[in-house]
């Protein structure tokens, strides 16, 4: 398997040996947790994985290379004891704490943490002398008589034999106590980590145009070894970002120290000269300011399709940067207003803010030095950690300097000086925008469809950019997809800049996280919030908040909550409950999607997404989850791009009998078939007519609420589903229904009185998506 596929595999497995049961024992007792054994070629990422898998499970690391162990180091010294058996006084041996045992006990001290991974690292190159211990240790966890602490998982990992002369290989009985992950290297999964992070443009086009470059070990004449590994490939990015800052000049010399194989040096060579002659001759700057001179286009319009790429790899580099600063300080705005928000009462009262702020940033500071003594950290959260706590002290700096240093004046200065920051987003979102805009103009004017479709691929795989355009919108971006076909759709900066700038707690925020998009929320009216239009040409956006806008919908039929879910299909997937109401069905989904998963509301009713937000905290810890995976926004069923739900982002979409009742059925289930990725799943409970309805009765049903009267046919509900994308239906459950069953058992809800003589059948469908 790839990197990617192992890191799953392990992530899975830790998560699994944590787990403990109703009495606080280990569902699996740690002497039955066989240690994951990842075999692999060096230099793949096997350590780096597990910083990451140790970072986002929020647990901690103890990585040590077994190759420089001894006996003596990994089991502990002899020493004589004293002792005595019935009445018999003794010398016997015992052994001092192993090294690598104490170094997590040391570990937990220092870092509070108590869970965590021990990453041995060449476990199959350990010393003749310690090889025997090993079976004791995979088996027992412990070295000499010394256990590795609960709640560690251990983790080992090797080389095969061919790379290394010191492996020792392990026979049956050793293999028969491990759960062994051979792993390959994959350039697509290295791929998308050297977006993520950010790799320098120059290797990522090189390998894109030649990938049997990305990994390569072979042996040479007359003896040695030829190799280029992932993890020279990013080193050498690493510094040449640094070498290009210094203006120190980069070449052959200095490639050949990590790219150890002639041939791909001699060619990665001449690509960065030719890479460099690119940055020069096109002058990025000016493309991206919209002043590309006519000399410049017409280079474009006559280069070849690799030149072509690789100035693609420049422009977006360059955007990748400029919208990674916007998200950058926009998170940190988020965390300070939060900071500000939870000192503001205490401020008001008269506190003073040396005390209230300064009690923040030596917690604060006290937490970062935890985190970076835990070594799992990434040090872009670091870096924003340690801004926010200088723009703190600044903000008491500017209290000092203005003569405010307690009570309301206090924080009206601490909340000017945030507005400071807040308003530095605003320019830099839309110099960002623009710069997007002039390299859409520029690849239109100067290059086919063919590159087109390069740049659009790129810039939705990077996780800045599609963010940034997620938060901020574009009108190139939605104009060119032509997948989503939403040039309409885009976000509004003014409403989010309003929200971010708030500091009163009533005000909900829809920028980040467990968010709450509440364009309607408190203190904004229905009709005033602009929403975006409709992602959907045909449908009215007055027309979409006239028909919501005072419906709640509160009854129905009995199987509202039945909730027909798929256990084993949810697991680690995003699933997406539309019409989500106070939020119950979002955290049944939630636990059910697991800490891996994601499960995210859409409702058009702020009260409700307010109160099913004001729930997360609750019920992510009632369902013993490590953290928060749910969001809640405030969205209409036919238009969830104005909500950020991008096309083919969702694995699983559910809605239950409410669907009826929907401003456009049709139109709505579109829009699921839109966001489900191809295979998804539709769990769609509704309810069929037997005949053909009088549509006046229909309207007159949906008006009150009554989503059974609301109901067309079978046949009618098959062929929006076939239209919308999706394969033929699996009936899960179906039962009859009365036009007036309310929505708790023995209850009746108000009907229509009419004469079609109708009956009902309330059904549970599963729908795959083609």
């Given at each position: 398997?790839?990197?990617?596929?192992?890191?799953?595999?392990?992530?899975?497995t830790v998560r699994a040996y944590l787990m403990r049961d109703e009495t606080g024992l280990y569902a699996i007792d740690?002497?039955?947790?066989?240690?994951?054994?990842?075999?692999?070629?060096?230099?793949?990422?096997?350590?780096?994985?597990?910083?990451?898998?140790?970072?986002?499970?929020?647990?901690?690391?103890?990585?040590?290379?077994?190759?420089?162990?001894?006996?003596?180091?990994?089991?502990?010294?002899?020493?004589?004891?004293?002792?005595?058996?019935?009445?018999?006084?003794?010398?016997?041996?015992?052994?001092?704490?192993?090294?690598?045992?104490?170094?997590?006990?040391?570990?937990?001290?220092?870092?509070?943490?108590?869970?965590?991974?021990?990453?041995?690292?060449?476990?199959?190159?350990?010393?003749?002398?310690?090889?025997?211990?090993?079976?004791?240790?995979?088996?027992?966890?412990?070295?000499?008589?010394?256990?590795?602490?609960?709640?560690?998982?251990?983790?080992?990992?090797?080389?095969?034999?061919?790379?290394?002369?010191?492996?020792?290989?392990?026979?049956?009985?050793?293999?028969?106590?491990?759960?062994?992950?051979?792993?390959?290297?994959?350039?697509?999964?290295?791929?998308?980590?050297?977006?993520?992070?950010?790799?320098?443009?120059?290797?990522?086009?090189?390998?894109?145009?030649?990938?049997?470059?990305?990994?390569?070990?072979?042996?040479?004449?007359?003896?040695?070894?030829?190799?280029?590994?992932?993890?020279?490939?990013?080193?050498?990015?690493?510094?040449?970002?640094?070498?290009?800052?210094?203006?120190?000049?980069?070449?052959?010399?200095?490639?050949?120290?990590?790219?150890?194989?002639?041939?791909?040096?001699?060619?990665?060579?001449?690509?960065?000269?030719?890479?460099?002659?690119?940055?020069?001759?096109?002058?990025?700057?000016?493309?991206?300011?919209?002043?590309?001179?006519?000399?410049?286009?017409?280079?474009?319009?006559?280069?070849?399709?690799?030149?072509?790429?690789?100035?693609?790899?420049?422009?977006?580099?360059?955007?990748?940067?400029?919208?990674?600063?916007?998200?950058?300080?926009?998170?940190?705005?988020?965390?300070?207003?939060?900071?500000?928000?939870?000192?503001?009462?205490?401020?008001?009262?008269?506190?003073?803010?040396?005390?209230?702020?300064?009690?923040?940033?030596?917690?604060?500071?006290?937490?970062?030095?935890?985190?970076?003594?835990?070594?799992?950290?990434?040090?872009?959260?670091?870096?924003?950690?340690?801004?926010?706590?200088?723009?703190?002290?600044?903000?008491?700096?500017?209290?000092?300097?203005?003569?405010?240093?307690?009570?309301?004046?206090?924080?009206?200065?601490?909340?000017?000086?945030?507005?400071?920051?807040?308003?530095?987003?605003?320019?830099?979102?839309?110099?960002?925008?623009?710069?997007?805009?002039?390299?859409?103009?520029?690849?239109?004017?100067?290059?086919?469809?063919?590159?087109?479709?390069?740049?659009?691929?790129?810039?939705?795989?990077?996780?800045?950019?599609?963010?940034?355009?997620?938060?901020?919108?574009?009108?190139?971006?939605?104009?060119?997809?032509?997948?989503?076909?939403?040039?309409?759709?885009?976000?509004?900066?003014?409403?989010?800049?309003?929200?971010?700038?708030?500091?009163?707690?009533?005000?909900?925020?829809?920028?980040?996280?467990?968010?709450?998009?509440?364009?309607?929320?408190?203190?904004?009216?229905?009709?005033?919030?602009?929403?975006?239009?409709?992602?959907?040409?045909?449908?009215?956006?007055?027309?979409?908040?006239?028909?919501?806008?005072?419906?709640?919908?509160?009854?129905?039929?009995?199987?509202?909550?039945?909730?027909?879910?798929?256990?084993?299909?949810?697991?680690?997937?995003?699933?997406?409950?539309?019409?989500?109401?106070?939020?119950?069905?979002?955290?049944?989904?939630?636990?059910?999607?697991?800490?891996?998963?994601?499960?995210?509301?859409?409702?058009?009713?702020?009260?409700?997404?307010?109160?099913?937000?004001?729930g997360i905290s609750r019920a992510w810890h009632d369902s013993g989850l490590k953290g928060n995976n749910m969001e809640?926004?405030?969205?209409?069923?036919?238009?969830?791009?104005?909500?950020?739900?991008?096309?083919?982002?969702?694995?699983?979409?559910?809605?239950?009998?409410?669907?009826?009742?929907?401003?456009?059925?049709?139109?709505?289930?579109?829009?699921?078939?839109?966001?489900?990725?191809?295979?998804?799943?539709?769990?769609?409970?509704?309810?069929?007519?037997?005949?053909?309805?009088?549509?006046?009765?229909?309207?007159?049903?949906?008006?009150?609420?009554?989503?059974?009267?609301?109901?067309?046919?079978?046949?009618?509900?098959?062929?929006?589903?076939?239209?919308?994308?999706?394969?033929?239906?699996?009936?899960?459950?179906?039962?009859?229904?009365?036009?007036?069953?309310?929505?708790?058992?023995?209850?009746?809800?108000?009907?229509?009185?009419?004469?079609?003589?109708?009956?009902?059948?309330?059904?549970?469908?599963?729908?795959?998506?083609?």
């Amino acid at each position: 398997m790839n990197i990617t596929q192992a890191k799953q595999q392990i992530t899975d497995t830790v998560r699994a040996y944590l787990m403990r049961d109703e009495t606080g024992l280990y569902a699996i007792d740690p002497v039955h947790q066989r240690p994951v054994f990842l075999m692999g070629a060096p230099g793949i990422g096997k350590t780096a994985i597990m910083e990451q898998i140790a970072s986002e499970l929020g647990i901690g690391l103890v990585s040590y290379s077994m190759t420089h162990h001894t006996r003596q180091s990994a089991l502990g010294l002899p020493r004589i004891e004293q002792r005595s058996f019935d009445g018999l006084d003794v010398e016997i041996s015992e052994y001092t704490m192993s090294e690598i045992i104490a170094a997590i006990y040391d570990y937990r001290e220092r870092t509070g943490l108590r869970d965590g991974i021990l990453f041995l690292d060449e476990i199959n190159c350990v010393s003749e002398t310690l090889y025997p211990s090993m079976l004791q240790f995979l088996q027992y966890k412990t070295f000499g008589k010394h256990k590795v602490p609960a709640g560690w998982v251990v983790v080992c990992a090797g080389n095969p034999l061919e790379y290394n002369r010191s492996v020792h290989e392990f026979d049956i009985v050793t293999l028969d106590r491990l759960r062994e992950i051979d792993v390959v290297p994959d350039y697509a999964s290295w791929h998308a980590y050297a977006l993520e992070k950010g790799l320098h443009p120059a290797v990522v086009t090189f390998l894109d145009a030649k990938k049997d470059c990305f990994y390569k070990v072979e042996g040479k004449p007359g003896g040695g070894k030829s190799f280029v590994t992932a993890r020279g490939w990013e080193d050498l990015s690493e510094l040449l970002a640094l070498y290009e800052r210094m203006e120190v000049p980069a070449d052959r010399d200095l490639f050949a120290q990590f790219l150890r194989d002639d041939d791909i040096c001699d060619q990665f060579s001449v690509y960065y000269t030719l890479f460099q002659k690119y940055r020069s001759d096109y002058q990025v700057d000016a493309i991206l300011a919209g002043q590309a001179s006519d000399a410049i286009k017409q280079r474009a319009v006559e280069a070849a399709f690799d030149e072509r790429v690789a100035l693609l790899g420049l422009l977006l580099d360059a955007l990748g940067n400029e919208c990674a600063e916007v998200l950058r300080i926009e998170k940190i705005c988020l965390e300070l207003r939060d900071v500000l928000r939870s000192a503001k009462e205490e401020l008001l009262a008269g506190a003073f803010a040396d005390a209230v702020l300064g009690a923040q940033i030596e917690r604060r500071e006290e937490d970062l030095a935890r985190k970076i003594e835990a070594g799992t950290t990434p040090t872009a959260k670091i870096r924003r950690e340690r801004t926010l706590i200088q723009l703190l002290r600044a903000f008491l700096a500017e209290c000092t300097l203005q003569d405010t240093p307690a009570g309301e004046p206090a924080f009206e200065t601490i909340r000017s000086a945030y507005q400071k920051e807040v308003g530095a987003i605003r320019p830099k979102a839309s110099a960002a925008s623009a710069k997007m805009d002039a390299a859409f103009r520029f690849v239109d004017e100067t290059m086919g469809q063919r590159e087109m479709l390069v740049f659009m691929a790129e810039l939705t795989t990077r996780n800045a950019t599609t963010q940034f355009v997620s938060h901020y919108g574009n009108e190139s971006y939605y104009q060119h997809n032509e997948t989503l076909k939403v040039d309409q759709a885009r976000a509004n900066l003014d409403e989010r800049a309003e929200k971010l700038s708030s500091l009163d707690d009533d005000v909900p925020d829809v920028l980040e996280g467990p968010s709450v998009d509440v364009s309607q929320a408190v203190g904004l009216k229905a009709r005033d919030a602009g929403r975006p239009a409709s992602a959907d040409p045909a449908l009215d956006s007055q027309a979409l908040a006239d028909h919501y806008a005072n419906k709640q919908f509160e009854y129905g039929f009995a199987s509202v909550c039945k909730m027909l879910l798929p256990a084993s299909d949810l697991k680690g997937k995003k699933v997406l409950d539309v019409g989500s109401r106070r939020g119950r069905g979002v955290y049944k989904i939630s636990s059910m999607v697991g800490n891996e998963g994601r499960a995210i509301g859409i409702d058009w009713s702020p009260s409700y997404v307010q109160e099913a937000a004001e729930g997360i905290s609750r019920a992510w810890h009632d369902s013993g989850l490590k953290g928060n995976n749910m969001e809640f926004h405030v969205a209409y069923p036919e238009d969830l791009i104005s909500a950020g739900i991008g096309t083919s982002t969702m694995d699983v979409l559910y809605v239950n009998n409410v669907v009826t009742l929907f401003y456009d059925q049709q139109a709505a289930l579109r829009e699921f078939g839109r966001v489900l990725k191809s295979g998804g799943l539709l769990i769609l409970e509704t309810v069929f007519a037997d005949r053909e309805r009088d549509d006046a009765v229909v309207e007159a049903a949906r008006e009150i609420g009554n989503s059974i009267q609301a109901a067309r046919t079978e046949g009618e509900n098959l062929a929006w589903l076939e239209a919308a994308g999706f394969d033929a239906p699996t009936v899960v459950d179906e039962y009859e229904v009365a036009a007036n069953l309310g929505y708790k058992a023995g209850e009746t809800v108000e009907a229509v009185p009419d004469v079609e003589d109708v009956a009902y059948k309330a059904v549970s469908l599963y729908v795959r998506k083609k």
